[in-house]
């Protein structure tokens, strides 16, 4: 029986379009520019609404926001983060001829808090446009599309789980395109709660450093669109080739001390793509730089035999963008894979976890095939996906 | 569809009553759900100290899923083997309030982290991944509607093609106004 298993041909998911919002720009080229060239989005926001006390976090601002969404048909309509899933998702779909009106077309959301700025005080909008399930709702009516979407909400995982959920379904045939979008917002909900911890950095954050004292939150939106038909293009196509969650069923508020729970993520992801550790070129790490995160997943990088990899967290760069963070990050890694490039750890100096990671420290080109996503969140939670770049032309010529 | 009580064990917690497998085994009617929900747990003399600790809607599920699993329903599987699919439609709205209120006047701030670890779903989720040493895949969906049918079938695949061998399924939601629980097992 495990034999049959392991030996079962799995249907590929390919990668077709993407797109990135968040401080840094609009559009996946502006913000892989940005990392490109070492910029951050985090900064010291003194705003009321946000925390009563300054905060360094990653913002959209309004001013950027507005032009943009003045695209969409009826903007006013949307709350801020819906404006910026349908423009995420819009131009994500641009790039493709996929025909979200399908019902081969699934659109899967991914989002730990959707409207939670509307709590208490909805303004123009229904109170009831707190729900996850009506946000949903909203982006499947804008774009016509005949299916209920489904909502992921799994904490700091959401988004690389959502992308294995997309995988479940797609190799099932369920659908022949699957759009997955993930977004949070900076409010002062979310940050109150993270201050309360003592989880946030009063600096840039500074993932696996000596000196690294928590997090930065980020708000943003990232899109993928995932189909079982290959796109026409020849070179450069990336799929994903497996994935897993696991939990650590130790602590819902910390990590596992061992990194056992993310080990077995990335086992199972490994094992589903049928990889080795050895084929590993990079890994987009979560990075949150909390001291026990960032020590956990060097644990379990060391149970994995992945030490010696190349691997970066962005969250200097964007900061923590809670639902939209594993996409946005598997959109970039997507495109490290395709452009051979290898992007420095912002923030990181002096190395601070037990185990000898390989933290990129200065930007780098390599050829890249196939590179791990992980990520960890409250309730013990861990997820990892692999991708890999199949090129079509032998490397030779 | 197979999707039955008599298919699945299940339990299921609505308006002061509780049901194993459709069988009426506990009733308190006419009480808040704070009462109601810890006359159960004394009631099935469940004894876990975290218990009281919980938000409403952890408490929900705890004590479905430690009926639904009393007897040792898991004793043949390994942690990794055992995979949890849950979803809600309200996620964690009664908590999330009590989170907003704690932050509504500046003068009086006291935003607590033994509060907002309970604004996520799936810490329900985590809750019984500790109670019962359940490692494998797990996933929360919010959706304004109970499907069971979806996720019964997604249940279904994962253990299909290999990633589980059982799966504790189900939906458990609670606000002021309404609660409901039903957790079942699919093999």
């Given at each position: 029986m495990e034999f049959i298993v392991t030996a079962m041909e799995k249907a590929p998911v390919y990668i077709i379009s993407d797109n990135i919002i968040t401080s840094l720009g609009f559009g996946t080229q502006a913000n892989i520019d940005k990392i490109s060239d070492g910029q951050t989005g985090v900064q010291c926001h003194n705003d009321a609404s946000i925390y009563p006390t300054p905060v360094w976090v990653s913002k959209i601002t309004a001013s950027n926001l507005s032009p943009a969404a003045a695209q969409l048909s009826s903007p006013e309509k949307y709350t801020k983060l819906e404006q910026i899933f349908l423009l995420s998702v819009a131009e994500a779909l641009q790039q493709t001829s996929v025909d979200i009106t399908s019902k081969d077309t699934l659109i899967i959301i991914a989002s730990?808090?959707?409207?939670?700025?509307?709590?208490g005080d909805p303004g123009n909008f229904s109170s009831d446009r707190v729900q996850l399930g009506t946000m949903a709702e909203q982006i499947q009516s804008y774009f016509k599309n005949p299916n209920k979407p489904l909502v992921v909400c799994n904490a700091c995982i959401s988004g690389v789980l959502a992308l294995d959920v997309a995988k479940r379904l797609l190799r099932k045939n369920k659908y022949k395109n699957i759009i997955v979008t993930g977004g949070d917002l900076v409010t002062e909900f979310t940050v109150s709660g993270f201050q309360s911890f003592k989880a946030m950095s009063d600096a840039p954050c500074k993932p696996y450093d000596k000196n690294r004292s928590g997090i930065n939150l980020g708000e943003g939106a990232g899109t993928m669109i995932l189909s079982t038909e290959k796109p026409s293009?020849?070179?450069n196509i990336i799929t994903i080739e497996g994935g897993a969650s696991s939990n650590d069923a130790n602590h819902i508020s910390g990590p596992s001390r061992t990194g056992d729970g993310l080990f077995n993520a990335i086992r199972k992801a490994l094992n589903d793509a049928n990889c080795l550790s050895s084929e590993m070129d990079y890994l987009s790490m979560h990075g949150t730089a909390t001291p026990y995160n960032d020590e956990m997943e060097s644990k379990a990088l060391g149970l994995a035999d992945l030490l010696h990899v190349p691997m970066n967290s962005l969250k200097g760069y964007?900061?923590?963008?809670?639902?939209a963070a594993g996409i946005i990050e598997s959109i970039v890694a997507v495109h490290s894979l395709k452009n051979n490039s290898l992007y420095s750890s912002l923030g990181f100096e002096e190395h601070g976890v037990t185990l000898p990671v390989n933290i990129i420290t200065r930007n780098e080109k390599k050829q890249l095939q196939k590179c791990l996503k992980t990520a960890s969140g409250f309730g013990g939670c861990n997820a990892a996906v692999v991708f890999a770049k199949q090129n079509i032309k032998s490397e030779q010529g | 569809m197979e999707n039955t009580a008599a298919t699945y064990r299940q339990c299921e917690i609505k308006n002061g009553e509780i049901f194993l497998n459709g069988k009426l085994i506990f009733e308190k009617k006419e009480v808040p759900f704070a009462k109601f929900i810890k006359g159960a747990y004394k009631h099935f003399e469940l004894r876990y100290p975290k218990f009281h600790k919980m938000d409403r809607l952890c408490k929900l599920a705890f004590v479905t899923a430690n009926l639904l699993l009393e007897d040792n329903q898991l004793k043949e599987y390994k942690p990794e083997e055992i995979a949890v699919v849950m979803s809600n439609s309200n996620s964690t709205l009664h908590t999330d309030s009590k989170h907003a209120n704690s932050i509504k006047d500046k003068e009086n701030y006291f935003p607590s982290p033994a509060v907002f670890v309970y604004t996520l779903p799936n810490i329900m989720v985590g809750e019984i991944c500790i109670r019962y040493k359940i490692k494998g895949e797990s996933v929360f969906f919010v959706s304004n509607e109970y499907d069971k049918e979806m996720l019964t079938e997604y249940s279904r695949e994962m253990i299909d093609c290999g990633d589980a061998k059982i799966c504790l399924c189900g939906w458990v939601d609670y606000t002021e106004a309404n609660y409901y629980a039903n957790l079942y097992l699919v093999k």
């Open positions: 730990t808090k959707g409207n939670i700025n509307l709590l293009s020849k070179n964007i900061g923590h963008t809670l639902g | -």
